[in-house]
């Protein structure tokens, strides 16, 4: 069925909370719905989104606001691999994938609770992050060590240009840091995504490697164990619920409750700069706060993080790497301490702010802040931190 409104109120549809309205606001319950929408005739331009989390209506939208109401979670085949699949090739350290279909409408976390109900490994570092499926595939949502691309296996739209149903190996989605096929210029709009296959595992493959997270599961298991009076092990103790319960914790203490404070998560993208540039802002930083001063950073070679600067995050990899060309080094420095040094943490400017425990996301602090003067704050914001680490923050948030 496909329900159309006009002068749609979409302040509950997006997380920022903006009082913004569409022209069209049309929502569609099943893949066969989107043959009967005729794309042409739709008022422009056309907007397909999903949790409305990533986004920030500068203004009320003067075309279509399409969204999916595609729900549905099935398991396709579990733990039987066919070798004449690609899927098997890919999963060979997994001797249990399950592939898992889930429609473009399901709201995201709801999907790492029921893979967490169900024992299934692959998305409890991704839970309580807000937003729908369809969106996850096409932004590449990430937390924590893993982004989504790391269990997705297929991808399938609907290609409104030619009207007819494609899918995408994950390969063919030319996943980047918040990147894919789907947001490039000349594939944005096109496709909407409908479903897609996630490759899940029953064999445990907790990712632990990402900042406090080892720490505070290590807490959970001792806490647990003297519960229980047993032995500890780590290893019976560790599921797919236990880390999902750990993030949450995690997103809860640092990041703004959605459902209280309106806000798109991370509003910029860490910035990725040169070893040189980086040395530079290393040494002013010493400079400012004392020879010991650690800026946190990430060393990427060949699309591998390196967590740096930080006492408790690994150093495995930075020893496996050693003789790796010095020339193919870049540094991901974290936003959030950037913003932090030129003292934004906290502050507000009108209806906006910038989030006290996380710096990274401007929310709308009274509930009622307009448009302008969350991107009056993004652009001060932006300006201080060119001034100060001659780096160029970009947005992550989508501006419509
Ligand atoms: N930091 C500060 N001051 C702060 C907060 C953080 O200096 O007030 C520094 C610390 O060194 C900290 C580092 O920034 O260790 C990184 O912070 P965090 O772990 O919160 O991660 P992030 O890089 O700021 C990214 C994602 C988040 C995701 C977290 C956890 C982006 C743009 N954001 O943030 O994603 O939850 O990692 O994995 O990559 C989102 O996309 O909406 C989102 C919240």
Redesign the pocket.
């Known amino acids: 069925m496909i329900r159309t409104s006009y002068y749609q109120d979409l302040t509950k549809m997006n997380t920022f909370g903006m009082k913004v309205k569409a022209r069209c606001f049309m929502e569609y319950d099943s893949v066969a719905d989107l043959v009967d929408i005729e794309f042409e005739e739709l008022a422009r331009p056309v907007l397909h989104i999903g949790g409305g989390s990533?986004l920030l209506f500068t203004d009320d939208f003067k075309g279509t606001v399409l969204h999916s109401n595609i729900d549905f979670i099935e398991i396709l085949e579990d733990g039987n691999c066919d070798t004449s699949e690609r899927h098997c090739e890919r999963s060979v350290a997994i001797s249990t994938p399950v592939l898992v279909s889930v429609g473009a409408g399901v709201v995201f976390d709801d999907f790492c609770a029921w893979a967490a109900k169900e024992g299934l490994w692959g998305v409890e570092n991704l839970s309580y992050?807000p937003g729908e499926v369809g969106a996850s595939a096409v932004q590449n949502?990430?937390?924590?060590?893993v982004e989504v691309k790391d269990v997705i296996h297929k991808v399938y739209c609907y290609d409104t240009l030619e009207e007819e149903f494609v899918n995408f190996d994950v390969e063919e989605c030319c996943y980047g840091?918040?990147d894919s096929i789907f947001k490039n210029s000349e594939f944005k709009g096109r496709y909407i995504v409908t479903h897609v296959v996630f490759t899940l595992s029953r064999d445990p493959r907790p990712v632990l490697d990402?900042?406090h997270l080892k720490t505070e599961i290590e807490r959970c298991c001792e806490e647990h164990s003297s519960r229980h009076s047993e032995e500890r092990s780590d290893v019976g103790i560790l599921t797919p619920a236990l880390i999902r319960k750990v993030i949450i914790k995690i997103?809860k203490e640092?990041?703004p409750e959605p459902s209280v404070v309106g806000s798109?998560?991370?509003f910029?993208?860490?910035p990725v700069i040169s070893l040189e540039h980086f040395a530079r802002i290393e040494s002013a930083a010493k400079a400012e706060h004392g020879p010991d001063y650690k800026v946190?950073h990430y060393i990427i070679e060949n699309q591998t993080l390196t967590p740096h600067?930080?006492d408790q995050l690994p150093s495995r990899h930075c020893e496996e790497r050693s003789d790796v060309a010095i020339s193919t080094t870049t540094v991901k420095v974290?936003?959030?301490?950037m913003i932090?040094q030129c003292g934004w943490?906290g502050r507000r400017s009108g209806g906006a702010a910038v989030w006290e425990?996380?710096?990274?996301?401007i929310v709308n602090y009274t509930g009622n802040a307009y448009p302008e003067e969350i991107i009056g704050l993004e652009k001060r914001i932006i300006a201080s931190v060119k001034a100060k680490f001659g780096v160029d923050l970009h947005p992550?948030v989508e501006h419509v």
Do not use: D
Request: proline share 9%.
């Open positions: 990533n992050i949502i990430g937390a924590y060590g840091y918040r990402y900042g997103r640092k990041l798109a998560g991370s910029f993208k860490n946190p600067g930080e974290p936003a959030a301490w932090e943490k425990k996380q710096p990274l996301v992550e």
